[in-house]
């Protein structure tokens, strides 16, 4: 996580700057930012905030952008199924989208494990911080840092960064050209929905390609 850390920190940055000049109070800003904990959520959120929209419709947006996690979770459910529920709420609190992939990358075989805690919360305690003290200096020097110059692109850097590590065989490399497609086809949905149909696309494609061609299973060695 320390090496898409300063992606994250950018992203972070733009998201503090933007609601600092949005004239939400700062207060309101601070508590959303550690309450939601999620950037593009309080992006889509905050011009309803200010227009006075009604909750529903804020709820109703906030839920559409983030749904993404409704799939990230069940990958993750072999891992954490058989922890206590508020255990389980706790990581749904601190899921992230690089945290989830490099957590994912580092364990591919669905089973727990023991050093799987320590890795969760490692990332954990670089990848908050690196989002929530960013966000908070934006906010608190909105007025100095024009939007303009546009360090949010360097999350989105970091996040090609790391997609483009982990496309080490056919079937992921036809999995993202999946998403691609299937995000740009489907540009035009309103409240971002295109991730989502994106991420499903992937998904299936994925499912698919596994079921078709399952991988061959590797003999394991015996150190004994």
Known sequence: MVGVSLGIAAWGLVTGVAMAKSGLPLQISILMSLLVFAGSAQLAALPLLVSGAPVWMIWAIALCVNLRFVIFSAPWRPYFAHL????????????????????????????????????????????????????????????????????????????????YSLLGDRASWVAAGVACAA?????????????VVAIAAAVAIGLLLDHVSPAEAKPVEDNT
């Open 84 to 163: 206590p529920r508020w255990q389980r709420m706790l990581r749904g609190y601190f899921t992230a989208d690089l945290n989830y992939v490099v957590f994912m990358a580092r364990f591919r075989e669905p089973r727990t494990a023991p050093e799987q805690e320590p890795y969760f919360w490692g990332g954990v305690a670089t990848n908050w911080p690196s989002w929530q003290l960013p966000t908070l200096a934006g906010l608190l020097l909105g007025d100095a840092i024009p939007t303009e110059w546009g360090f949010g692109f360097a999350g989105i850097l970091a996040l090609l960064g790391l997609m």
């Open 183 to 195: 995000a740009v086809a489907t540009a035009a949905l309103p409240l971002k929905l295109n991730v």
